[in-house]
């Protein structure tokens, strides 16, 4: 099955790269543009066929590797069975 | 205000007494707040300032010592050197990678807002023992961080210090130093001396980061949690860079009237200590202060540690002019406040007087205190025979060679740009770094040193050793010392053992700075390292800046000629006790440290500066951790070219000579032995001729050689190869 | 000759660069914003290494978007002497001066170190100054410069004789672990078809001084004002 | 009304920082890991009020600016009204 992680940063946690996103667009000619955070997208193959088991091990994916979890959320959907 | 919430405010029952006092009622939350980290052991310095007091700050080429943000020393014609360093341990343990990276930021935030453009950093990081769970972790998250953010901001990170050691398990160091250079014309200091004029805020938003974790219980922050108040901050090195620029820029209009960084306590401590020094009041409308997140409170205004923020006060009437360039780099700037006759910070925010305090009483009447203290009994020295030999010299250079302590540190390194700025002459990997004055022929060198486990077994000497490690750095490449800055990493000083490991380093670092006339021009303490009860090694670590005159004349380590004849300067004791062959080996810490001897430090340095001037020598390197062999190894493996070490007919065992750390020594390789043999033994300085370069392999009498490869291989494996490890 | 260095928000080797080109040329080139809307008349434009908009979102995306980005496009497609050195090679290939991208180095790590560089081809006003297949010792110093295009455009590359540098070892050879971030085919320098545009990641501009240790950047600077001036 | 930007690589680019998850992962001991991808996921507050203007607003942003179409795809969701 396929997971679709999104780590995204905590509130109130400064995001860089949105701000110069955001002042881009802006430069860019873009209007109405508010706020821009800029977080991380991984899709992860997984051979697992249990859904259970692979949840649990996405969930300590994300804890240890995938997410830095003092300053980052995490989110993922698992697709396939 | 209850007891609890005075005491999560860190501040004691008499210290609160004495707020009331001050203020002739109860403080509001703001007040409160505002107190809390003005008298905190980080800005007030209250359990060390009566010790760093007694450090030499003063000599011909000192500008400016401690209490500005950063010390200066002149280099001649008409420029200076500013540098200091500071730690960011807490918040590179909490999050490597952007604790380091905001402590790389914040250190040169302190050295530009001098007026300096920011041209080396360095860094000396502690890490805990390499088998330890979180080492790895730590290592390559504080590593990518002070590269992620001097890389970026284009400054080159030179040089450092790397050790590993249980005793950094639970609390490790990363203290980052800049050197910068101004004019000496050009300088700007933090008094804002005047009364209406413009105090303008340029840089990032205000947002709600590193606000105490202690303040929560107010009731104003009783909506969602955490996730609100992350106490981690985060770097944004574009930004910084774009900061440089503009302030370069305004600093070269004649508009300013004093400036200053917002570090620790962002905008509160700022305004306190720019209207203390310029003996003003300060009136601030938060509401013109540019906000990052919706509905902040005035507490969190004032006490917020957003980086990459500035506060600068103007000549009246040049708003426009400063704005415009502000604009131009993208950043913010607005006027939020007035500098007053009254002496009073008042802090307005949605038309409420949040805050009203005497600045005075507030920089001031910060506590101070002589806290008791103990020195340990100073351990016994231990004979060079009464520690055991090993079975082969060689072998036993491999080990230390490829050891955590002594391999080398290119892992790190070339993660930095080093290079960035085209004025690098001197890269790491060798003694002191050095960097060209740019556009001229003369040259900055700076190092980073302490050997902790010396200040351990006995502080007064350690201290001593640090300053004097500092020194003999500086003086291998060539330079003439000019001063020190440091960074006073130790334990809870409440305890007495811990505040006279304090006390200790101090008085070993006065002793040295003086004999080598080698002032403190600006430093930082950070204390309550330990976790547990368990306390770190005492570690003032010592960084050291100096003059290169001529960049013709220079040395660095490596042996590049064939034939040559190595010597050795500098008394040789067969020092083991504390040695790394001792640690390392043997596996154990023992007996006092190595002496040192500061006249014949002194004497000696002076000799090897001399000779590298006069060209006497082809390369020089002092010895420290690992004695003489590893020196010599060194030495070879940077120029490639090898070395025959001679039979030792001496007093002492082999392996005492081949390993001891006996300081005040340097190793030079040159063709001319007889004439610096008779200028040494003129100058009453021990000197004996220890082998000769050439080959490629390093060999000592009576074992098999070992081939330099084999010891690159060693030396530049073991990081790699433990980072990549699980 | 005149030559133009353009300078965006967090480029940081606008002067190391200008000190090269002053100390070949003669005279300071023109620094010129990224706000301008023209580059002035200019025999070489150059764009300078560092972290333009911090390297933000992509290394070069932002800067590529600056007023200045326009006209060195309409220059460099009439022929104007085109010089991107680390971001600027970013900028090169955002802009589609060249084809390809820069992604992050195959460790992951920003490396900082002198590297060999084959010179594939000398007949350009960049690289008159070397010998074809000389090997020269150059620094890098970046975390995106693992060099990508897919297999028809590298074959294409090749076919049309466009790649500039290739990393190697000190004799030249391009096999073993050599490739310090995981360019395809070893790829450290591209031109365009013309050769008029050169994106490089390594820098020139660092060993352009014997005081730095290096000299082996010096002929690069030396071509372009022979050929230019 | 926000949208929700995932842009991922496309097919046959290469993916060193997915690369290094996978034998991250693997080291950690996760296994039963195939291929991993890392992309990029954005947040952008906009203005608008109409759907279909803000998604070709949107559509020209990661044109221009957010996606390097030679090597990415990209795909959004816009939530809010
Ligand atoms: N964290 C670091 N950053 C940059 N350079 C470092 C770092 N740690 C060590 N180095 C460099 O490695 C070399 C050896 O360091 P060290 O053994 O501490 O030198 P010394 O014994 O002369 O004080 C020096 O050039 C030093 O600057
Ligand atoms: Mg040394």
Avoid at chain 2, 368 to 378: A, F, I, N, S, V
């Amino acid at each position: 099955m396929k997971a679709r992680i999104k780590i995204t940063l905590k509130n109130g946690v400064l995001d860089p790269q949105g701000k110069a996103i955001a002042n881009a667009l802006g430069a860019l000619g873009f209007d109405g543009v508010g706020d821009v955070r800029q977080g991380k997208y991984i899709e992860v193959e997984l051979h697992d066929t249990d859904r259970a088991s692979a949840e649990q091990k996405l969930e300590r994916m994300c804890e240890q590797l995938l997410a830095n979890t003092v300053i980052e959320n995490y989110s993922y959907e698992l697709e396939g069975i | 205000m209850t007891p609890e919430l005075v005491s999560e405010h860190g501040l004691s029952a008499e210290e609160y007494e004495q707020v009331l006092s001050i203020l002739g009622r109860e403080p509001s939350i703001t007040e409160l707040g505002i107190f809390s980290v003005m008298w905190s052991e980080h800005c007030s310095y209250k359990s060390s300032k009566v010790w760093l007091k007694t450090l030499p700050t003063t000599g011909p080429q000192v500008i400016c010592g401690p209490g500005e943000n950063a010390g200066i020393v002149d280099i001649g014609d008409g420029q200076c050197a500013i540098f200091k360093m500071e730690s960011h341990n807490h918040p590179s343990f909490i999050e490597p990678y952007q604790g380091a990276a905001t402590g790389v930021g914040g250190i040169m935030r302190d050295v530009f807002t001098m007026g300096a453009r920011p041209v080396a950093n360095l860094n000396a990081l502690r890490f805990g023992a390499p088998d330890h769970p979180k080492t790895r972790h730590l290592v390559s998250g504080v590593v990518a961080g002070i590269g992620g953010y001097g890389n970026c901001v284009g400054v080159p990170t030179v040089g450092g210090e790397v050790n590993f050691d249980p005793g950094y398990n639970g609390n490790i160091l990363v203290n980052a130093m800049c050197v910068g250079l101004a004019d000496t014309d050009r300088i700007f200091y933090s008094a804002a001396r005047g009364v209406g004029l413009p105090v303008v805020y340029v840089g990032s938003k205000t947002g709600r980061d590193g606000i105490h974790g202690a303040t929560m219980a107010s009731a104003e922050f009783d909506d969602d949690s955490d996730e609100k108040r992350p106490t981690v901050q985060v770097g944004d090195p574009f930004t910084e860079k774009l900061l440089i620029e503009a302030c370069l820029e305004l600093m070269a209009r004649d508009i300013i009237i004093a400036i200053q960084d917002m570090g620790a306590a962002g905008l509160t401590s700022s305004s306190v200590e720019m209207a203390d020094k310029g003996g003003v009041g300060f009136d601030l409308d938060l509401n013109k202060v540019p906000c990052r997140e919706e509905g902040m409170s005035a507490y969190e205004m004032m006490l917020s540690e957003s980086q990459e923020r500035m506060l600068i006060v103007l000549k009246p009437g040049s708003e426009d002019k400063a704005r415009a360039i502000f604009q131009k780099w993208e950043l913010d700037f607005a006027v939020v406040g007035v500098t007053t006759d009254t002496g009073r910070l008042i802090v307005t925010h949605n038309g409420h007087i949040e805050a009203d305090m005497p600045v005075k009483a507030l920089a001031d009447s910060a506590p101070e205190y002589k806290r008791p203290w103990t020195l340990p009994e100073p351990p016994a020295v231990i004979l060079p025979r009464d520690v055991a030999a090993p079975d082969s010299l060689t072998g036993t250079l491999e080990t230390l060679m490829g050891s955590p302590h002594l391999c080398s540190r290119r892992w790190v390194w070339e993660q930095y740009d080093h290079m960035v700025m085209g004025d690098t002459l001197r890269r790491p990997g060798g003694d002191a770094a050095v960097v060209r004055v740019h556009g001229t022929t003369k040259g900055l060198a700076a190092t980073c040193d302490v050997t902790p486990r010396y200040c351990a077994a006995d502080p007064v000497e350690g201290g001593r050793q640090a300053v004097a490690e500092a020194w003999r750095n500086l003086t291998a490449t060539g330079a003439d010392p000019l001063a020190i800055t440091d960074c006073m990493n130790f334990g809870n000083p409440e305890r007495p053992e811990i505040m006279g490991q304090f006390v200790g380093c101090i008085e070993g670092m006065r002793e040295a700075a003086e004999a080598l006339q080698f002032p403190v021009v600006s430093g930082n303490v950070s204390l309550y390292n330990e976790t547990k009860g368990a306390a770190i090694p005492p570690t003032p670590a010592i960084g050291g800046v100096g003059l290169i005159p001529d960049i013709a004349h220079m040395a660095d380590i490596s042996l590049k000629i064939e034939g040559e004849t190595l010597l050795l300067l500098g008394a040789e004791r067969g020092h083991l006790g504390q040695s790394l062959y001792m640690d390392v080996i043997l596996e154990k810490r023992e007996g006092a440290p190595p002496p040192v001897d500061l006249a014949a430090e002194r004497k000696t340095g002076d000799l090897v500066r001399e000779l590298i001037r006069d060209g006497s020598v082809s390369a020089v390197h002092d010895v420290s951790d690992g004695g003489l062999l590893v020196a010599v190894s060194e030495m070879a493996l940077a120029g490639g070219v090898g070395a025959a070490m001679g039979e030792y007919d001496g007093p002492q065992p082999v392996h005492a000579m081949a390993f001891g750390e006996d300081q005040g020594r340097y190793i030079v390789a040159s063709s001319r032995s007889g004439e610096i043999i008779a200028r040494a033994k003129a100058s009453g300085i021990p000197v004996r001729i220890i082998g000769e370069t050439g080959g490629d392999t390093i060999s000592v009498p009576g074992e098999e050689p070992v081939p330099l490869e084999k010891l690159r291989s060693l030396h530049e494996g073991w990081l790699p190869h433990y980072m990549t490890s699980r | 000759m005149k030559a133009s260095v353009i300078v965006f928000p967090g480029s940081n080797c606008d002067r190391d660069v200008a000190v090269s080109l002053e100390a070949a040329m003669g005279k300071k080139p023109a620094m010129v914003w990224h706000g301008e809307a023209d580059v002035p008349a200019s025999d070489l434009i150059v764009l300078p290494g560092g972290f333009s908009y911090g390297d933000y979102l992509r290394s070069g995306a932002m800067a590529a978007h600056s007023p200045i980005m326009r006209d060195v496009v309409a220059k460099a497609r009439k022929g104007t002497p085109v010089l991107g050195i680390c971001n600027g090679f970013h900028l090169l290939t955002e802009t589609g001066l060249l084809p390809g991208v820069l992604m992050r180095n195959a460790s992951l790590k920003f490396i900082c170190k002198d590297v060999w560089l084959k010179v594939v081809r000398n007949d350009t006003d960049f690289a008159r100054g070397y010998a074809p297949g000389e090997v020269i010792r150059i620094p890098i110093a970046h975390h995106d410069g693992n060099y990508f295009a897919d297999e028809d455009t590298l074959d294409r590359l090749e076919g049309e004789n466009r790649v500039a540098f290739r990393y190697c070892d000190a004799s030249g050879a391009l096999n073993g672990d050599i490739n310090p971030n995981g360019s395809q085919r070893n790829i450290a320098g591209l031109y365009n078809e013309t050769g008029t545009v050169l994106g490089l990641m390594p820098h020139p501009e660092r060993l352009a001084d014997p005081a730095l240790g290096g000299t082996d950047g010096r002929p690069m600077f030396d071509s372009l004002v022979r050929a230019l001036h």
